[in-house]
Protein backbone atom coordinates (compact mmCIF):
# COMPACT_ATOMS: atom_id res chain seq x y z
CA UNK A 1 0.00 0.00 0.00
CA UNK A 2 2.82 2.34 0.94
CA UNK A 3 4.70 1.85 -1.77
CA UNK A 4 1.85 2.42 -4.30
CA UNK A 5 1.18 5.97 -2.70
CA UNK A 6 4.81 6.39 -3.43
CA UNK A 7 4.66 5.43 -6.86
CA UNK A 8 1.17 7.85 -7.56
CA UNK A 9 2.58 10.61 -5.54
CA UNK A 10 6.41 10.10 -7.66
CA UNK A 11 3.99 10.40 -10.81
CA UNK A 12 2.15 13.12 -10.02
CA UNK A 13 5.50 14.93 -8.92
CA UNK A 14 6.77 13.73 -12.08
CA UNK A 15 3.94 15.26 -13.77
CA UNK A 16 3.88 18.37 -12.25
CA UNK A 17 7.48 18.99 -12.82
CA UNK A 18 6.96 17.99 -16.86
CA UNK A 19 4.24 20.70 -16.52
CA UNK A 20 6.58 23.34 -15.17
CA UNK A 21 9.23 22.82 -17.77
CA UNK A 22 6.73 22.95 -20.18
CA UNK A 23 5.55 26.44 -18.99
CA UNK A 24 9.04 28.21 -19.01
CA UNK A 25 11.15 28.81 -22.44
CA UNK A 26 14.36 30.12 -22.62
CA UNK A 27 14.82 33.10 -25.60
CA UNK A 28 17.93 34.57 -26.38
CA UNK A 29 18.41 38.12 -27.00
CA UNK A 30 21.63 39.05 -26.54
CA UNK A 31 21.43 39.75 -30.88
CA UNK A 32 19.74 42.78 -29.43
CA UNK A 33 21.55 43.71 -27.41
CA UNK A 34 19.37 42.64 -23.79
CA UNK A 35 21.04 38.60 -23.54
CA UNK A 36 18.96 35.65 -22.34
CA UNK A 37 16.23 35.40 -20.17
CA UNK A 38 13.37 32.38 -19.33
CA UNK A 39 10.25 33.10 -19.56
CA UNK A 40 6.58 31.70 -19.06
CA UNK A 41 5.31 29.74 -21.64
CA UNK A 42 1.58 31.00 -21.99
CA UNK A 43 2.46 34.24 -23.92
CA UNK A 44 5.34 32.85 -26.02
CA UNK A 45 5.60 30.70 -29.25
CA UNK A 46 8.11 30.10 -31.54
CA UNK A 47 6.98 32.29 -34.30
CA UNK A 48 6.44 35.50 -32.60
CA UNK A 49 9.85 35.67 -30.70
CA UNK A 50 11.81 38.07 -32.69
CA UNK A 51 13.81 36.65 -35.36
CA UNK A 52 17.83 35.58 -35.47
CA UNK A 53 19.95 37.56 -37.41
CA UNK A 54 20.23 34.36 -39.58
CA UNK A 55 16.48 34.92 -41.20
CA UNK A 56 17.37 38.69 -41.39
CA UNK A 57 17.79 38.45 -45.73
CA UNK A 58 15.01 40.38 -47.22
CA UNK A 59 16.75 43.15 -49.43
CA UNK A 60 14.87 46.01 -50.77
CA UNK A 61 14.27 44.46 -54.27
CA UNK A 62 11.95 41.46 -52.43
CA UNK A 63 10.00 44.96 -50.32
CA UNK A 64 9.92 45.98 -54.12
CA UNK A 65 8.47 42.58 -55.35
CA UNK A 66 5.86 41.97 -52.45
CA UNK A 67 4.28 45.53 -53.57
CA UNK A 68 3.98 44.89 -56.86
CA UNK A 69 2.57 41.31 -56.17
CA UNK A 70 0.54 43.12 -53.54
CA UNK A 71 -0.96 46.10 -56.04
CA UNK A 72 -1.17 43.75 -58.79
CA UNK A 73 -5.02 42.37 -57.77
CA UNK A 74 -8.39 42.15 -59.50
CA UNK A 75 -9.54 44.28 -56.17
CA UNK A 76 -7.00 47.21 -57.24
CA UNK A 77 -7.56 47.18 -60.84
CA UNK A 78 -11.62 47.17 -60.02
CA UNK A 79 -11.74 50.49 -57.26
CA UNK A 80 -8.95 52.25 -59.70
CA UNK A 81 -11.85 51.85 -62.59
CA UNK A 82 -14.62 52.35 -60.49
CA UNK A 83 -12.68 55.80 -59.44
CA UNK A 84 -12.06 56.40 -63.05
CA UNK A 85 -16.03 56.01 -63.96
CA UNK A 86 -16.80 58.29 -60.57
CA UNK A 87 -13.95 61.40 -60.71
CA UNK A 88 -12.83 61.30 -64.32
CA UNK A 89 -8.89 60.24 -64.89
CA UNK A 90 -7.33 63.10 -63.79
CA UNK A 91 -9.25 63.52 -60.37
CA UNK A 92 -8.85 59.76 -60.05
CA UNK A 93 -5.09 59.70 -60.71
CA UNK A 94 -4.86 62.62 -58.04
CA UNK A 95 -6.55 60.85 -55.17
CA UNK A 96 -4.73 57.05 -55.73
CA UNK A 97 -1.28 59.31 -55.68
CA UNK A 98 -2.33 61.03 -52.82
CA UNK A 99 -3.64 58.49 -50.52
CA UNK A 100 -0.59 56.20 -51.69
CA UNK A 101 2.09 58.69 -50.99
CA UNK A 102 0.82 59.79 -47.10
CA UNK A 103 0.27 56.08 -46.19
CA UNK A 104 3.70 55.54 -47.05
CA UNK A 105 4.86 57.66 -44.14
CA UNK A 106 3.04 55.66 -41.63
CA UNK A 107 4.29 52.30 -43.24
CA UNK A 108 8.13 53.64 -43.05
CA UNK A 109 7.18 54.54 -38.93
CA UNK A 110 5.38 50.86 -38.36
CA UNK A 111 7.84 49.13 -40.25
CA UNK A 112 10.54 49.99 -37.81
CA UNK A 113 9.32 48.12 -35.02
CA UNK A 114 10.03 45.00 -37.32
CA UNK A 115 13.27 45.80 -38.59
CA UNK A 116 14.82 46.74 -35.31
CA UNK A 117 13.40 44.34 -33.02
CA UNK A 118 12.48 41.45 -35.48
CA UNK A 119 8.57 40.86 -34.08
CA UNK A 120 5.14 40.60 -35.60
CA UNK A 121 2.42 42.62 -35.17
CA UNK A 122 0.58 41.04 -32.33
CA UNK A 123 3.82 41.68 -30.79
CA UNK A 124 4.53 45.07 -31.55
CA UNK A 125 1.53 46.28 -30.02
CA UNK A 126 1.51 44.46 -26.53
CA UNK A 127 3.93 47.79 -25.19
CA UNK A 128 0.93 49.70 -26.64
CA UNK A 129 -2.05 47.78 -25.30
CA UNK A 130 -0.73 46.09 -22.67
CA UNK A 131 -0.21 41.85 -23.41
CA UNK A 132 -4.07 41.20 -22.98
CA UNK A 133 -4.94 44.68 -24.09
CA UNK A 134 -3.20 43.92 -27.44
CA UNK A 135 -5.76 41.03 -28.01
CA UNK A 136 -8.37 44.25 -29.39
CA UNK A 137 -6.20 45.56 -31.84
CA UNK A 138 -5.37 42.22 -32.66
CA UNK A 139 -8.69 40.45 -33.63
CA UNK A 140 -9.91 44.27 -35.05
CA UNK A 141 -6.61 43.56 -37.73
CA UNK A 142 -7.26 39.81 -38.28
CA UNK A 143 -11.18 40.18 -38.79
CA UNK A 144 -10.46 42.94 -41.06
CA UNK A 145 -7.59 41.17 -43.08
CA UNK A 146 -9.96 38.22 -43.08
CA UNK A 147 -12.81 40.22 -44.79
CA UNK A 148 -10.33 41.32 -47.63
CA UNK A 149 -9.02 37.79 -47.89
CA UNK A 150 -12.63 36.66 -48.59
CA UNK A 151 -13.34 39.11 -50.73
CA UNK A 152 -9.91 38.84 -52.68
CA UNK A 153 -10.93 35.39 -53.15
CA UNK A 154 -14.08 35.94 -54.23
CA UNK A 155 -12.79 38.04 -57.24
CA UNK A 156 -10.20 35.95 -58.35
CA UNK A 157 -12.54 32.82 -58.37
CA UNK A 158 -14.74 35.66 -60.88
CA UNK A 159 -11.36 35.42 -62.97
CA UNK A 160 -11.68 32.29 -63.15
CA UNK A 161 -14.92 31.33 -63.57
CA UNK A 162 -15.23 34.31 -66.55
CA UNK A 163 -11.73 32.27 -68.43
CA UNK A 164 -13.26 28.89 -68.04
CA UNK A 165 -16.21 30.36 -69.21
CA UNK A 166 -14.72 32.25 -72.38
CA UNK A 167 -12.99 29.20 -73.30
CA UNK A 168 -15.40 26.46 -72.91
CA UNK A 169 -19.64 28.03 -73.41
CA UNK A 170 -21.36 24.88 -71.79
CA UNK A 171 -19.32 26.05 -68.29
CA UNK A 172 -21.81 28.95 -67.57
CA UNK A 173 -24.70 26.14 -67.65
CA UNK A 174 -23.93 24.62 -64.16
CA UNK A 175 -26.93 26.52 -62.17
CA UNK A 176 -27.44 24.48 -59.27
CA UNK A 177 -26.91 27.20 -56.44
CA UNK A 178 -23.99 26.10 -53.86
CA UNK A 179 -23.08 28.55 -51.14
CA UNK A 180 -25.50 31.65 -52.67
CA UNK A 181 -23.94 30.94 -55.44
CA UNK A 182 -24.60 29.35 -59.51
CA UNK A 183 -22.34 25.82 -58.93
CA UNK A 184 -19.78 27.17 -61.38
CA UNK A 185 -18.77 29.91 -59.81
CA UNK A 186 -18.94 28.36 -56.34
CA UNK A 187 -16.39 25.96 -57.68
CA UNK A 188 -14.13 28.55 -59.43
CA UNK A 189 -13.78 30.46 -55.95
CA UNK A 190 -12.98 27.40 -54.08
CA UNK A 191 -10.23 26.64 -56.72
CA UNK A 192 -8.59 30.11 -55.79
CA UNK A 193 -9.07 29.70 -52.58
CA UNK A 194 -7.18 26.30 -52.39
CA UNK A 195 -4.56 28.01 -54.28
CA UNK A 196 -4.45 30.85 -52.01
CA UNK A 197 -4.12 28.10 -49.13
CA UNK A 198 -1.49 26.25 -50.71
CA UNK A 199 1.02 29.28 -51.64
CA UNK A 200 0.74 30.19 -47.60
CA UNK A 201 1.45 26.60 -46.57
CA UNK A 202 5.01 27.01 -47.78
CA UNK A 203 5.87 29.91 -45.69
CA UNK A 204 7.14 33.13 -45.74
CA UNK A 205 10.13 32.37 -47.49
CA UNK A 206 7.82 30.57 -50.14
CA UNK A 207 5.74 33.64 -49.92
CA UNK A 208 8.92 35.14 -50.59
CA UNK A 209 9.81 34.22 -53.65
CA UNK A 210 6.08 33.80 -55.02
CA UNK A 211 6.39 37.19 -55.09
CA UNK A 212 9.58 37.59 -57.55
CA UNK A 213 6.93 35.59 -60.03
CA UNK A 214 3.75 37.37 -59.73
CA UNK A 215 4.49 41.28 -60.02
CA UNK A 216 6.56 40.98 -63.27
CA UNK A 217 3.67 38.66 -64.52
CA UNK A 218 1.31 40.95 -64.29
CA UNK A 219 2.87 44.26 -65.32
CA UNK A 220 3.77 42.42 -68.37
CA UNK A 221 -0.04 41.42 -69.65
CA UNK A 222 -2.01 44.51 -68.46
CA UNK A 223 1.06 46.69 -69.88
CA UNK A 224 0.32 45.12 -73.52
CA UNK A 225 -3.22 45.23 -72.39
CA UNK A 226 -2.77 49.18 -71.58
CA UNK A 227 -0.48 49.71 -74.44
CA UNK A 228 -3.44 48.52 -76.84
CA UNK A 229 -5.63 50.21 -75.64
CA UNK A 230 -3.67 53.39 -76.59
CA UNK A 231 -3.64 51.68 -80.70
CA UNK A 232 -7.57 51.59 -80.66
CA UNK A 233 -7.85 55.38 -78.84
CA UNK A 234 -5.03 56.13 -80.85
CA UNK A 235 -3.02 57.82 -78.64
CA UNK A 236 -3.00 59.45 -75.15
CA UNK A 237 -5.60 62.20 -75.66
CA UNK A 238 -8.42 60.64 -75.50
CA UNK A 239 -7.66 58.53 -72.02
CA UNK A 240 -7.81 61.66 -70.14
CA UNK A 241 -10.98 63.12 -71.85
CA UNK A 242 -13.00 60.93 -69.67
CA UNK A 243 -13.74 63.45 -66.88
CA UNK A 244 -15.92 64.48 -64.10
CA UNK A 245 -16.99 67.11 -61.95
CA UNK A 246 -16.71 65.19 -58.75
CA UNK A 247 -17.94 67.32 -55.12
CA UNK A 248 -15.11 68.33 -53.07
CA UNK A 249 -16.79 65.84 -50.44
CA UNK A 250 -16.46 63.02 -53.00
CA UNK A 251 -12.95 63.46 -53.44
CA UNK A 252 -11.78 63.30 -50.18
CA UNK A 253 -14.49 60.32 -49.22
CA UNK A 254 -12.29 58.67 -52.20
CA UNK A 255 -9.19 59.87 -50.82
CA UNK A 256 -9.55 58.25 -47.53
CA UNK A 257 -11.42 55.44 -49.06
CA UNK A 258 -8.12 54.24 -51.17
CA UNK A 259 -6.05 54.69 -47.90
CA UNK A 260 -8.46 52.14 -46.04
CA UNK A 261 -7.62 49.70 -49.10
CA UNK A 262 -3.57 49.17 -47.60
CA UNK A 263 -4.39 49.97 -43.75
CA UNK A 264 -4.24 46.79 -42.57
CA UNK A 265 -0.35 46.68 -44.26
CA UNK A 266 -0.38 49.74 -42.00
CA UNK A 267 -0.17 47.86 -39.26
CA UNK A 268 1.06 44.23 -40.09
CA UNK A 269 3.94 45.83 -42.05
CA UNK A 270 6.23 44.68 -38.96
CA UNK A 271 5.52 40.67 -39.73
CA UNK A 272 7.50 41.76 -43.26
CA UNK A 273 9.93 43.65 -42.15
CA UNK A 274 10.98 41.77 -38.77
CA UNK A 275 13.16 39.80 -42.06
CA UNK A 276 15.18 43.09 -43.46
CA UNK A 277 18.35 43.27 -43.51
CA UNK A 278 18.41 46.96 -42.01
CA UNK A 279 16.09 50.09 -42.22
CA UNK A 280 17.79 51.39 -45.38
CA UNK A 281 16.02 48.21 -47.60
CA UNK A 282 12.96 48.28 -46.15
CA UNK A 283 12.70 52.85 -46.50
CA UNK A 284 13.77 51.95 -50.18
CA UNK A 285 11.83 48.93 -51.21
CA UNK A 286 8.58 50.66 -49.67
CA UNK A 287 9.44 53.78 -51.26
CA UNK A 288 9.43 51.81 -54.36
CA UNK A 289 7.10 49.74 -53.82
CA UNK A 290 4.20 51.66 -52.54
CA UNK A 291 4.16 55.21 -54.27
CA UNK A 292 5.72 54.14 -57.46
CA UNK A 293 4.31 50.59 -58.50
CA UNK A 294 1.18 50.69 -56.85
CA UNK A 295 0.43 53.97 -58.76
CA UNK A 296 1.93 52.72 -61.91
CA UNK A 297 -0.46 49.70 -61.94
CA UNK A 298 -2.82 52.52 -60.94
CA UNK A 299 -2.45 54.69 -63.98
CA UNK A 300 -2.46 51.24 -66.10
CA UNK A 301 -5.42 50.79 -64.94
CA UNK A 302 -7.23 53.90 -65.16
CA UNK A 303 -6.11 53.87 -68.63
CA UNK A 304 -7.44 51.00 -69.60
CA UNK A 305 -10.66 51.51 -68.02
CA UNK A 306 -10.96 54.99 -69.67
CA UNK A 307 -10.23 53.76 -73.10
CA UNK A 308 -13.22 51.49 -72.43
CA UNK A 309 -15.33 54.02 -71.76
CA UNK A 310 -14.16 56.42 -74.47
CA UNK A 311 -14.26 53.73 -77.00
CA UNK A 312 -17.33 51.92 -75.93
CA UNK A 313 -19.30 54.79 -74.15
CA UNK A 314 -20.30 52.83 -71.06
CA UNK A 315 -22.34 54.76 -68.68
CA UNK A 316 -21.53 55.07 -64.74
CA UNK A 317 -25.10 52.90 -64.31
CA UNK A 318 -22.80 50.02 -66.03
CA UNK A 319 -19.73 50.48 -64.18
CA UNK A 320 -19.58 47.32 -62.03
CA UNK A 321 -20.07 45.22 -65.07
CA UNK A 322 -17.34 46.14 -66.79
CA UNK A 323 -14.44 46.83 -64.37
CA UNK A 324 -13.18 43.00 -64.70
CA UNK A 325 -9.82 42.96 -66.83
CA UNK A 326 -10.55 39.42 -68.59
CA UNK A 327 -13.88 41.13 -69.85
CA UNK A 328 -12.11 43.60 -71.09
CA UNK A 329 -9.68 41.70 -72.98
CA UNK A 330 -12.15 40.11 -74.63
CA UNK A 331 -13.83 43.32 -75.24
CA UNK A 332 -11.18 44.74 -77.08
CA UNK A 333 -10.02 41.90 -78.85
CA UNK A 334 -12.52 39.23 -78.99
CA UNK A 335 -9.76 36.75 -78.38
CA UNK A 336 -10.40 34.40 -75.79
CA UNK A 337 -6.51 33.18 -76.10
CA UNK A 338 -5.42 36.78 -74.84
CA UNK A 339 -8.45 36.48 -71.94
CA UNK A 340 -6.62 33.25 -71.18
CA UNK A 341 -3.46 35.05 -70.57
CA UNK A 342 -4.89 38.01 -68.68
CA UNK A 343 -6.49 35.60 -66.41
CA UNK A 344 -3.88 33.35 -65.62
CA UNK A 345 -1.71 36.33 -64.90
CA UNK A 346 -4.65 38.26 -62.76
CA UNK A 347 -5.11 34.83 -61.07
CA UNK A 348 -1.48 34.38 -59.85
CA UNK A 349 -1.20 38.21 -59.05
CA UNK A 350 -4.55 37.89 -57.00
CA UNK A 351 -3.26 35.10 -54.96
CA UNK A 352 -0.03 37.02 -54.18
CA UNK A 353 -1.69 40.25 -52.63
CA UNK A 354 -4.52 37.55 -51.33
CA UNK A 355 -1.75 35.96 -49.38
CA UNK A 356 0.77 38.43 -48.62
CA UNK A 357 -1.74 41.31 -47.64
CA UNK A 358 -4.65 39.49 -46.07
CA UNK A 359 -3.95 36.11 -45.20
CA UNK A 360 -0.53 36.37 -43.83
CA UNK A 361 -0.75 38.84 -41.20
CA UNK A 362 -4.47 36.85 -39.08
CA UNK A 363 -2.23 33.70 -38.93
CA UNK A 364 0.31 35.74 -37.23
CA UNK A 365 -2.72 37.03 -35.10
CA UNK A 366 -4.51 33.59 -34.41
CA UNK A 367 -0.78 32.18 -33.11
CA UNK A 368 -0.66 34.89 -30.75
CA UNK A 369 -3.95 34.35 -29.18
CA UNK A 370 -3.81 30.79 -29.15
CA UNK A 371 0.05 29.90 -29.09
CA UNK A 372 0.02 26.27 -27.45
CA UNK A 373 -3.29 25.20 -29.49
CA UNK A 374 -2.02 26.54 -32.48
CA UNK A 375 1.92 25.73 -32.54
CA UNK A 376 2.29 25.22 -36.30
CA UNK A 377 2.18 27.42 -39.29
CA UNK A 378 0.94 25.01 -41.48
CA UNK A 379 -2.11 24.22 -38.94
CA UNK A 380 -2.88 27.62 -38.51
CA UNK A 381 -2.95 28.68 -42.20
CA UNK A 382 -6.05 26.03 -42.77
CA UNK A 383 -8.23 27.59 -40.01
CA UNK A 384 -7.53 30.79 -40.50
CA UNK A 385 -8.25 30.49 -44.40
CA UNK A 386 -11.60 28.02 -43.27
CA UNK A 387 -12.50 31.23 -40.93
CA UNK A 388 -12.50 33.78 -44.17
CA UNK A 389 -15.01 31.35 -45.77
CA UNK A 390 -17.27 32.75 -43.20
CA UNK A 391 -17.43 36.23 -44.35
CA UNK A 392 -19.65 34.57 -47.22
CA UNK A 393 -18.61 37.89 -49.70
CA UNK A 394 -20.78 36.84 -52.67
CA UNK A 395 -23.87 37.59 -50.90
CA UNK A 396 -22.90 41.37 -50.62
CA UNK A 397 -19.99 42.28 -53.03
CA UNK A 398 -21.55 42.99 -56.14
CA UNK A 399 -23.39 45.58 -54.28
CA UNK A 400 -21.24 48.11 -55.59
CA UNK A 401 -22.36 51.13 -53.61
CA UNK A 402 -21.46 49.41 -50.36
CA UNK A 403 -17.52 49.05 -51.21
CA UNK A 404 -16.35 52.03 -50.38
CA UNK A 405 -18.30 52.58 -47.29
CA UNK A 406 -16.49 49.64 -45.94
CA UNK A 407 -13.14 50.90 -46.91
CA UNK A 408 -13.58 54.32 -45.15
CA UNK A 409 -15.18 52.49 -41.80
CA UNK A 410 -11.80 49.84 -42.12
CA UNK A 411 -9.99 52.85 -42.51
CA UNK A 412 -10.91 54.79 -39.52
CA UNK A 413 -11.21 51.35 -37.17
CA UNK A 414 -7.44 50.41 -38.40
CA UNK A 415 -5.84 54.55 -38.20
CA UNK A 416 -7.26 54.22 -34.73
CA UNK A 417 -4.55 51.80 -34.04
CA UNK A 418 -2.06 52.94 -36.15
CA UNK A 419 -2.01 56.89 -34.40
CA UNK A 420 -1.47 54.65 -31.12
CA UNK A 421 1.23 52.90 -32.16
CA UNK A 422 3.36 55.96 -34.10
CA UNK A 423 2.73 58.18 -30.76
CA UNK A 424 4.00 55.39 -28.27
CA UNK A 425 6.83 53.63 -30.38
CA UNK A 426 7.91 56.82 -31.38
CA UNK A 427 7.23 59.62 -29.23
CA UNK A 428 6.77 58.09 -25.63
CA UNK A 429 9.26 55.51 -25.80
CA UNK A 430 11.73 57.11 -28.47
CA UNK A 431 11.63 53.35 -30.26
CA UNK A 432 13.06 51.23 -27.25
CA UNK A 433 11.42 47.89 -26.38
CA UNK A 434 12.26 45.85 -23.56
CA UNK A 435 11.80 42.47 -25.28
CA UNK A 436 11.74 40.18 -22.28
CA UNK A 437 8.77 42.13 -20.86
CA UNK A 438 6.78 41.76 -23.94
CA UNK A 439 6.33 38.02 -22.93
CA UNK A 440 6.42 38.15 -19.37
CA UNK A 441 3.25 39.28 -16.69
CA UNK A 442 3.86 41.54 -14.08
CA UNK A 443 6.24 43.40 -16.43
CA UNK A 444 6.29 46.91 -17.81
CA UNK A 445 3.58 45.87 -20.61
CA UNK A 446 1.06 44.90 -18.43
CA UNK A 447 -0.24 47.77 -16.64
CA UNK A 448 -3.80 46.86 -15.55
CA UNK A 449 -4.21 43.06 -15.20
CA UNK A 450 -2.54 43.41 -18.74
CA UNK A 451 -4.49 46.10 -20.17
CA UNK A 452 -3.41 49.65 -20.79
CA UNK A 453 -6.86 51.27 -21.07
CA UNK A 454 -5.67 54.69 -21.86
CA UNK A 455 -4.85 52.92 -25.27
CA UNK A 456 -8.46 51.59 -25.35
CA UNK A 457 -9.96 54.84 -24.87
CA UNK A 458 -8.14 56.35 -27.49
CA UNK A 459 -9.00 53.63 -29.89
CA UNK A 460 -12.63 53.75 -29.19
CA UNK A 461 -12.59 57.49 -29.35
CA UNK A 462 -10.15 57.75 -32.93
CA UNK A 463 -12.60 55.23 -34.53
CA UNK A 464 -15.93 56.36 -32.98
CA UNK A 465 -15.73 60.51 -33.95
CA UNK A 466 -14.79 59.29 -37.80
CA UNK A 467 -17.60 56.75 -37.37
CA UNK A 468 -20.29 59.57 -36.38
CA UNK A 469 -20.49 60.62 -39.68
CA UNK A 470 -21.95 58.00 -40.69
CA UNK A 471 -24.79 57.56 -39.08
CA UNK A 472 -25.30 61.68 -38.96
CA UNK A 473 -25.97 62.80 -42.13
CA UNK A 474 -25.03 66.53 -41.39
CA UNK A 475 -21.14 65.49 -40.14
CA UNK A 476 -20.80 63.28 -43.17
CA UNK A 477 -17.35 65.29 -43.04
CA UNK A 478 -15.98 63.41 -40.42
CA UNK A 479 -16.79 60.00 -42.16
CA UNK A 480 -15.17 61.85 -45.08
CA UNK A 481 -11.41 61.63 -43.51
CA UNK A 482 -11.85 58.27 -41.94
CA UNK A 483 -8.25 56.81 -41.73
CA UNK A 484 -6.77 60.43 -41.27
CA UNK A 485 -9.09 61.72 -38.80
CA UNK A 486 -8.53 58.16 -36.50
CA UNK A 487 -4.83 58.53 -36.79
CA UNK A 488 -4.84 62.38 -35.67
CA UNK A 489 -7.05 61.64 -33.64
CA UNK A 490 -6.16 58.63 -31.60
CA UNK A 491 -2.70 59.85 -31.46
CA UNK A 492 -3.24 63.24 -29.42
CA UNK A 493 -5.69 61.57 -27.73
CA UNK A 494 -2.78 58.73 -26.32
CA UNK A 495 -0.07 61.38 -25.64
CA UNK A 496 -2.27 63.65 -23.66
CA UNK A 497 -2.98 60.72 -21.66
CA UNK A 498 0.00 59.89 -20.89
CA UNK A 499 1.64 63.49 -20.81
CA UNK A 500 -1.47 64.01 -18.11
CA UNK A 501 -0.40 61.19 -16.08
CA UNK A 502 3.33 62.06 -16.24
CA UNK A 503 2.41 65.68 -15.11
CA UNK A 504 0.57 64.33 -12.44
CA UNK A 505 3.27 61.87 -11.09
CA UNK A 506 6.03 64.55 -11.10
CA UNK A 507 3.59 66.53 -8.83
CA UNK A 508 3.49 64.05 -6.37
CA UNK A 509 6.41 63.76 -6.11
Known amino acids: MEEAKFLINFSISSLMAEEEVEKREEIDLTSYGQGKATIPSKYYNKNLVPVSPSLKKWNWVNYTTVWAGMSHNVVAFELAGLLTFQLGAPIALAVIGIAYGTLLIALYLNGHIGTKWGIPYPISVRPMFGIKGATLPVLMRAGVALFWFAVQSYVGGTIIDAVISIMYKPWTSLTAPVLGMPEHLAISFLIFWALNVAVLFGGMEEIKNFELVAGPLIVASLGALFGYGIYLAHGFGPLFSVTASPTLSAVTLSIASMAGVWATLVLNIPDFTRFSRSQKDQLIGQGLGLPVIVSLFSLIAVGITSTMIYLYHIPMSEAVNYVNPVNIMY ?58 LLYVPQLWYNNAGTIFDVLDIIGAGLGSIAGIMIADYWILRRTNFKLVDLFTPKG ?24 IGFFVPALVSLYDYGWYLAVAISMLLYLGLNWRTKGTKKENK
Open 331 to 388: LFTSNPLLALLVGVSLVIATVSVNVAANILSPVYDLISLFPRKLESWGKTSIVAAVIG
Open 444 to 467: EYWYSDGVNWKAIVSLAVGFGVPA
